[in-house]
């Protein structure tokens, strides 16, 4: 005989998924909490709230609840699925998501969208192999549907197998082929295998969905590769309209202007790039070069001092030396050569630097011999060498 009790508790939480449903959350979290009265082990209700909580945006509720119910015996695997799924997407929280759906397994073993957030959370745990055979036992249990087989293609393009990513993305298309991910990831590793024409064809057919920042910025990185620097630079202008904080495509955006060799609107493209992460080393590297070809050699100076503060990479060390010395400030460019050279003395393109600055001090006896150092360390050096016959030709 079922109890009073159960058919209250079970009553309310129905009306409190109504409730919900409807965005009356205060009035769903009532009502769900009426049914948690009933029962105190009433798990079902209990996740209901975590959503209903998360939702008006009391996070400071949901951890205790949660920690509840992972540390108890709940036999319902729809709990620890969405228990896992929270873990998943809001906490980030990617062992405790993997036991969860673990336990919904366990629970029920033909439960298709517990393999599937199984293998995507061990995805985060860069165990792709373990993933991807999760994923596969998700397809096994569930072969139509197309996110499963992007989850799949993720997996084999992580692990380098991109051939049998693309046939997994091939599948997803065959039953649905207007999945986005399925094409913007095909179109990706298309472009990356240097078949950028069939990736074009693919980032079109998403664009034609749905105008997204991620898939222009694709399309202008497999027209870059077509050497097609117009049509890129206009497809990649669209992706930061759409979203100005893309950290990748102003820093792709640069590599094309420099391609083009707009060197001004270059430094502004890696002007934003370093406004969002002041130790992009290689955004620094481009930046400093747009300088320099432009003749803003202070202003490269200075850059060069900048990343000096926080890296020493011996690249940003040699251009400051280098910049000193189109600056004509001979003894401090030659001071950081003697330097570097007290701290590798093969290091050829310094001895170079040594040779160019003893040039211009008009000391050719020295000029030569630090080139002969130069190509003694690096003896295919075409620079020393052709400085060399300049030298001994003057």
Known sequence: MVKESDLKK???????????????????????????????????????????????????EVHPIC??????????EEVWYKLGEFYYNVGRMFENALDCFNKAIELKEDYADAWDMKGSALSF???????LNSHNKAAELNPDNPNIYDNIGYCYASLGMFDNALEAYDKALEIDSHDINALSNKASILNNMGKSEEALNYINRALEIKEDYNLLYYKAVALFTLEKYEDSLEAINRSLELYSFNHNG??????????????????IAYDKVISYDPSDIQGWFYMITSLVNLGMLEEALAGCDEVLKRNSDVFFIFEKANILYEL????????????RLSIDEFDSDFYLLKAKIYN?????????????KAIE??????????????????
């Open 250 to 267: 102003w820093k792709f955006k640069g590599q094309l202007l420099i391609e083009m060799e707009n060197y001004k609107e270059a430094i």
């Open 328 to 339: 004509n400030r001979l003894d401090e460019s030659l001071k950081i050569c003697n330097n």
């Open 10 to 60: 079970e009553e309310l939480y129905d009306k409190g998924i109504y409730a919900y449903k409807n965005n009356n959350y205060e009035e769903a979290l009532n009502l769900f909490n009426e049914a948690i009265v009933c029962d105190g082990k009433f798990y079902k209700a209990k996740i209901a709230k975590v959503d209903c909580l998360y939702k008006m945006g009391r996070l400071n």
């Open 377 to 394: 360390y690096n003896p295919i050096m075409e620079e020393a060498i052709s400085f060399r016959e300049e030298l001994l030709n003057q």
């Open 125 to 131: 745990m860069a165990n792709f192999e373990e993933a």
């Open 67 to 76: 920690t509840e119910i992972f540390s108890s015996d709940c036999l319902d």
């Open 360 to 372: 211009k001090k008009q000391d050719k006896k020295k000029a030569i011999e630090f080139t002969e």
